[in-house]
Nanobody, 124 residues
Framework: VQLQAYGGGLVQAGGSLRLSCAAS????????TSWFRQAPGKEREFVAV????????YYADSVKDRFTISRDNAKNTVSLQMYSLKPEDTAVYFC??????????????????WGHGTQVTVSS
């Protein structure tokens, strides 16, 4: 699976932004897909994950109720809609995928497919 994230940019605090991840290659609908982010000087952290069929999602506490992850398997895309953005959301955002055996994971080491990141900058 090849992944490409796009949609980042500069936004003011309180604003919204939508990231997308386009997938190609193997059957994308068999892969759980997540967003991770990495801020300058910090470790990469989990943001949100969606099950292969899209029926289940899970979020980091820091973004719960502000971010929404969704997918369209017909178009091989996963999106992250971000609302009420804060300066601390500033980071490079990565999409990642793992083959799903019925579960999805939140640890970086569980993911073997990664896209290049897209920069999100939230100004105060």
């Amino acid at each position: 699976v090849q992944l490409q994230a796009y949609g980042g940019g500069l936004v003011q605090a309180g604003g919204s932004l939508r990231l997308s991840c386009a997938a190609s290659g193997r059957t994308f609908s068999s892969y759980a897909t997540s967003w991770f982010r990495q801020a300058p000087g910090k470790e990469r952290e989990f943001v949100a994950v969606i099950s292969p069929g899209g029926s289940r999602t899970y979020y980091a506490d820091s973004v719960k109720d502000r971010f929404t992850i969704s997918r369209d398997n017909a178009k091989n895309t996963v999106s992250l809609q971000m609302y009420s953005l804060k300066p601390e959301d500033t980071a490079v955002y990565f999409c990642a995928a793992h083959y799903s055996d019925g579960y999805f994971y939140t640890r970086i080491n569980d993911y073997n497919y990664w896209g290049h990141g897209t920069q999100v900058t939230v100004s105060s």
